[in-house]
């Protein structure tokens, strides 16, 4: 299979590891790529936020799997783009990736395919916000209603924090605060048949403890012992098949990959948001434990030929993932820092470029992410950790209590 995939950051590099090992993939290209995913394809430049510019250079590879990583091509219409050439392509229509491109799009569908969900108003002016604030009261829950690479919402107990950031947005989903632990759930769909990938939990503030600002994703950890044995199986009936059935009715099919966000409150599990596509960091730890080779399910997936796919298969075990981020992220990461120790097998890039020499240096907010597996939870933690500690960037800085929680058995899901 000849597959042709889109992005550079680290979900991209973990998508790369992933269909490289793949043994019906005979080419792989990633465009743009990163120095990490170097080492298993080419590199091709391509605008991404261009449908004609990746449909073209699909075209000229000839290749038979387009695999679409990032939100934003999603959302500008690549999809369409590709499968208008003929080509099968993992990754939905602009229309049903307003999943994610659109906050309130995503609110509208869960309410109709009666989806639990927090409940919610759309804010376009300072004092609709100060109204649903008010509604709610703390915690404050505001939500950019477009796409913000995974800074756009702010949870916050100070009411004018909470103003500015909706002031700030223009258009932003005020909602109800979710309580209790939060799941990432993985479901690769072709519109019809939906399959289940292994539930995991990110971390999403900077600091350790959850706090300071909201990142893109700090560190990420598979399975979850802590999880109900019944989770899975309960989001599958009460959210996706509904979800999925919803945008059937609509006449735009949803089919990729679907990004369902929980919280495990004392109500049961409730949506806290809906994405396009595979989420990062939790990628790289979810696909670390995938046996069944990555392109043929994702090919099934883009040719409507899931049902008929073998159940997955999954090692032993679990993986984690440590994100080493650059000075000043969120707010205003420093780049251009040379970087050492990152070219090892686990070693994630996610923000990284080479310069002709040869150097290695920072290029983004999230640098890099040490991801390893090993026989339990524990075991995989401290094999991050290693990863990490070999990692010489100035300025860099991790958080240090990634999956401690759940290896300490301090995680309780409310009854």
């Not at 989770?231 to 369902?260: C, S």
């Not at 990628?283 to 409507?304: D, F, I, K, S």
């Not at 907010?365 to 933690?381: Q, S, Y």
Request: proline letters at 7%.
């Amino acid at each position: 299979m000849r597959v042709l995939l889109v992005g550079g950051g680290g979900r991209e590099h973990a998508l790369a590891l992933g269909l490289a090992d793949d043994p019906s993939v005979e080419m792989l290209v990633a465009a743009p790529g990163n120095p990490g995913i170097a080492s298993v394809a080419e590199l091709r430049e391509v605008d991404t936020a261009d449908p004609a510019a990746v449909a073209a250079l699909a075209v000229e590879l000839r290749a038979e799997l387009v695999v679409i990583g990032p939100e934003a091509p999603l959302v500008a219409g690549v999809a369409d783009a590709v499968r208008a050439k003929g080509i099968a392509v993992f990754g939905p229509s602009a229309e049903a990736a307003r999943l994610e491109g659109s906050k309130t799009f995503a609110k509208e569908i869960m309410t109709a395919a009666g989806v639990p969900t927090a409940r919610a108003h759309t804010c376009t002016d300072p004092q609709s916000a100060a109204e649903a604030l008010d509604d709610f009261g703390p915690p404050y829950v505001v939500k950019n209603d477009g796409l913000a690479a995974g800074k756009g919402v702010v949870v916050t107990d100070d009411r004018a924090i909470a103003l500015e950031h909706a002031r700030e947005c223009g258009r932003v989903v005020i909602e109800e605060y979710l309580s209790g632990p939060e799941v990432s759930l993985f479901v690769v769909t072709d519109g019809e048949a939906a399959v289940p990938l292994l539930p995991a939990q990110d971390f999403k503030r900077v600091g350790d403890g959850d706090t300071g600002p909201n990142t893109g994703g700090m560190g990420a950890y598979a399975p979850l012992p802590w999880a109900p044995p019944d989770l899975v199986d309960e989001v599958m009936t009460d959210v996706v098949h509904p979800t999925l059935a919803q945008m059937r009715h609509r006449g735009i099919p949803f089919a990729g990959l679907l990004y369902v966000g929980l919280a495990l409150t004392a109500a049961g599990p409730r949506v806290i948001e809906f994405n396009a596509r595979f989420g990062d960091p939790e990628t790289q730890v979810v696909l670390a434990l995938l046996e069944t080779p990555l392109a043929g399910l994702l090919h099934a997936a883009a040719t409507g030929t899931l049902a008929a796919h073998p159940p997955l298969r999954w090692r032993d075990g679990a993986a984690v993932t440590v994100v080493v981020a650059a000075e000043g992220y969120p707010a205003k990461p420093r780049t251009g820092d040379v970087i050492t120790g990152a070219d090892r097998a686990g070693v994630i890039h996610a923000g990284t470029r080479r310069d002709a020499d040869g150097t290695l240096r920072s290029a983004g907010g999230r640098v890099l992410c040490g991801t390893a597996t090993g026989p339990d939870l524990a075991a995989a933690r401290d094999a991050a950790y290693a990863l990490v500690r070999g990692i010489e960037l100035a300025g860099a800085h991790h958080r240090s209590d990634i999956a401690a929680a759940a290896v300490e058995s301090r995680i309780a899901v409310p009854d």
